[in-house]
């Protein structure tokens, strides 16, 4: 079985930083994609970044410039650093991973976090 451990949310001010760590524990063979959704309360999940096992990185419109998604193979841990926070940032935030479980094909599946929680005050 596969698990993913989320930490680092907290209460930060305006313009402050965290750094949110996601762990990836178990079997697997790789790891072929890791990333980060979040979910404000009363709204709907939305992609916050992405990052390809091929070094492609992608953010939402909304974060670009402000957060760096990177990923640690050794430790199969993704991180979002987070700067400049803003209050609409506040939000339950979801790491994923898209994980290859077996050598054949049809073996790759998606795993979620727990979620942290991202509170900016205003």
């Known amino acids: 079985q596969v698990q993913l451990v989320e930490s680092g949310g907290g209460l930060v001010q305006p313009g402050g930083s965290l750094r949110l760590s996601c762990a990836a524990s178990g079997s697997f063979f790789s790891i072929n994609a890791m990333g980060w959704y979040r979910q404000a309360p009363g709204e709907q999940r939305e992609l916050v970044a992405a990052d390809t096992s091929g070094g492609t990185t992608n953010y939402a419109d909304s974060v670009k410039g402000r957060f760096t998604i990177s990923r640690d193979n050794v430790k199969n841990t993704v991180y979002l650093q987070m700067n400049s926070l803003k209050p609409e940032d506040t939000a339950v935030y979801y790491c994923?991973?898209?994980?290859?479980?077996?050598?054949?094909?049809?073996?790759?599946?998606?795993?979620w976090g727990q979620g942290t929680q991202v509170t900016v005050s205003s």
């Open positions: 994923y991973a898209l994980i290859r479980v077996g050598a054949g094909a049809l073996t790759t599946r998606r795993y």
